[in-house]
């Protein structure tokens, strides 16, 4: 995002990897509260002490980015995540109205950083209030409404008047610097306008875009089974959320990517749930997946594959994750909220060991979890070695008295502990030990 | 469990606590009051003293609870390593304490707490009281038991929850005695 870098992702048009997002005013996260992205980063807390809201700002940004019309500065009603009212989104710092702005900001990994306030309008939603962009060449902030001599004031194009001249000159019109709108992002452009349209120099830096346009969404809940999916097409970007891609994903990875589908089958094997997976082509626009009759046993005939609205539900939520997870490339990051929905015990102790595979590959796994035990398998997996510890980030979600969510991050050591971070799954599994323990032991010996 | 300051000590807690915190290892309330005990130890963030004897006799005896409450004190970090030594003048003393070879056995086997207790801080936590006896009837043979303080979790009339939320005060009455 710098200006005048020239790093090798760049040239590559690989945008770099979201390393950290922090929110203000948005729902209970009233005080601005950041989370770093590891390659494994954990979202942990009470139901509704705002796990989930850290994570809806960047999905309001992508179903806005990814809006088939121009939605105006957000689209609150989108398929990753629903408001209708702009009295939803912002945080209520008292008890008579809702905050007036929320920001939410990104530092991506080579640093560069960029935040978006946006400010409610009455009976509009929000606009876009301002922008503000940082990378090595300095800070700078934009609002709808600049006036060109403020813009060039900021120095953010050092050849600004150089190149508002050249325009007019090649033109024959007069140029004129301008901060556009441009969905939930704002532009910096240069525009002469002649009488056969518009040319113009400057625009949109790409790389928080595309950065967020490739975030893959898996919700909490993934849809009911279906006897068939809708043929869609496949990534690197999935617009909306990625469970209605699963089918044609492995349809196309049985057809040209014999190693990815084998990994998957690797996985669901080592999860207990299926003995391997397979898509069937029923007409143009569906695909049915089958899903081997037998957990640990790979389908040779196809009497030994089932549909997979005939096996147990937690194939078809966790089937998914699985699937975006080696669908992924390095950098994308991946959202899932609660991998763990409708799996055994210990499915959920071996998912950790796949969420640590697509971290080692590069990918940037985000999981909001309750799960105690998926993550004593992340755990293990440190202890054991098979993980090193700052691939790790924890991020422990409470809400104080006044409802304002804080979050208190951890790390784990070399041995997989993680110390003081206030994780109180282990109280809460202590606590109801003692008390059945307690209960039961008095029937037992009043016999 | 309240998390108030108080000063956090590393305790040298026996198995026979670990045992008798599971289901129908031990006879309620003993079982409720070591669990409450074990609890208390994790609330109020004091440490378990940890080293290779401890860890033998706690995977021979603890039952499921304490398993459990032993993993979340490790993913608390709160086991503390301590020097595993064998303190030859306290071994020549319980070698010389008693005619009975039984007894001698016994306390050897149980040398470790003391042992692990002097590395530590002097304090350890366990329900034999018959250990505990032998090991005060060894005060005049052997001096740094002085400096030795023990609770029985399972005894009510100790208040170990209480002493463990003062900061496991090093008290006179929780000394060894003769």
């Known amino acids: 995002m710098s200006k005048g870098s020239n790093s090798p992702r760049e040239k590559d048009h690989e945008p770099a990897a979201i390393a950290e997002i922090k929110v203000a005013g948005f729902k209970s996260i009233s ?3 950041s989370i770093e992205i590891r390659p494994l980063t954990i979202l942990a807390g009470a139901n509704s002490s705002g796990k989930s809201s850290m994570m809806q700002p960047l999905l309001l940004l992508k179903q806005t980015l990814e809006a088939t019309y121009d939605p105006g500065p957000l689209l609150l009603n989108g398929p ?3 408001f209708t009212l702009a009295e939803q989104v912002l945080s209520r710092t008292s008890k008579k109205k809702p905050a007036e702005l929320f920001h939410v900001g990104m530092r991506m990994a080579g640093g560069d950083c960029f935040v978006l306030t946006f400010r409610r309008r009455h009976k509009v939603g929000f606009t876009v209030d301002s922008m503000t962009e940082s990378g090595t060449s300095g800070t700078y902030t934009f609002w709808p409404g600049m006036t060109e001599a403020e813009i060039i004031k900021t120095g953010y194009h050092p050849r600004a008047k150089l190149i508002k001249e050249d325009l007019a000159k090649t033109y024959g019109v007069d140029a004129r610097w301008m901060v556009r709108r441009r969905r939930c992002l704002l532009e910096v452009i240069c525009i002469a306008r002649t009488a056969y349209g518009n040319s113009s120099h400057g625009g949109l830096k790409g790389e928080p ?15 009911n089974p279906e006897r068939t999916y809708p043929v869609a097409a496949i990534g690197p970007v999935y617009p909306g959320t990625f469970e209605k891609y699963t089918a044609s994903v492995i349809s196309r990875w049985m057809a040209e990517s014999k190693d990815k589908l084998a990994k998957l089958n690797a996985d669901l094997r080592l999860l207990g749930l299926a003995g391997g997976v397979g898509t069937a082509r029923r007409n143009a626009a569906e695909i049915e997946i089958q899903v081997g009759r037998l957990a640990n046993v790979p389908p040779t005939r196809p009497e030994d594959r089932v549909n997979i609205a005939d096996v147990g539900i937690g194939v078809s939520q966790t089937l998914p994750v699985l699937v975006a997870l080696h669908a992924a490339q390095p950098g994308q990051l991946v959202y899932v909220e609660q991998p763990e929905t409708h799996l055994h015990p210990r499915a959920q102790f071996a998912l950790a060991q796949v969420l640590v595979s697509a971290a080692e590959r590069g990918v940037r796994v985000v999981i909001e979890t309750h799960s105690s035990t998926l993550l004593l398998g992340v755990q293990t997996l440190v202890a054991e070695g098979k993980f090193a510890p700052d691939k790790v980030k924890l991020h422990w979600f409470q809400r104080g008295k006044d409802g304002r969510t804080t979050v208190r991050s951890g790390e784990l050591d070399d041995a997989g502990a993680f ?7 282990d109280d809460v599994m202590l606590e109801t030990q003692k008390r059945y323990l307690d209960a039961a032991d008095k029937r037992l010996f009043a016999r | 469990m309240s998390k108030k300051r108080v000063r956090r000590c590393c305790l040298v807690i026996d198995a026979s606590v670990a045992g008798a915190a599971g289901p129908l290892e031990s006879r309620h309330p003993e079982s409720a009051r070591c669990r409450d005990f074990l609890i208390a130890v994790r609330g109020i963030c004091h440490r378990m003293a940890w080293n290779e004897a401890l860890k033998r006799e706690w995977d021979a005896n603890q039952g499921a609870f304490a398993r459990q409450w032993r993993l979340t004190m490790v993913r608390l970090k709160k086991l503390q390593p301590v020097r595993e030594e064998s303190l030859e003048p306290l071994r020549q003393a319980i070698a010389e304490h008693s005619p009975d070879q039984g007894v001698i056995a016994k306390m050897l086997k149980d040398a470790h707490l003391i042992e692990a207790a002097l590395a530590a801080d002097k304090r350890i936590a366990s329900k034999d009281e018959n250990a505990r ?7 005049a043979a052997y001096e740094p038991l002085r400096r030795i303080h023990w609770v029985n979790p399972a005894n009510e009339a100790e208040r170990v929850v209480e002493w463990l939320e003062a900061g496991a005060p090093l008290e006179r ?3 060894l005695r003769p």
Do not use: M, T, Y
Not at chain 1, 209 to 223: E, Q, T, V
Not at chain 2, 133 to 139: E, I, K, S
């Open chain 1, 419 to 425: 110390g003081d971070w206030p994780e109180d799954f």
């Open chain 1, 209 to 223: 875009k595309k950065s967020i346009l490739r975030a893959i969404h898996l919700p909490g809940l993934r849809g």
């Open chain 2, 133 to 139: 006896g032998h090991f005060g009837r060894l005060l």
């Open chain 1, 80 to 82: 990753n995540v629903k």
């Open chain 1, 31 to 33: 005080d601005e509260q």
């Open chain 2, 173 to 175: 009455a929780r000394r």
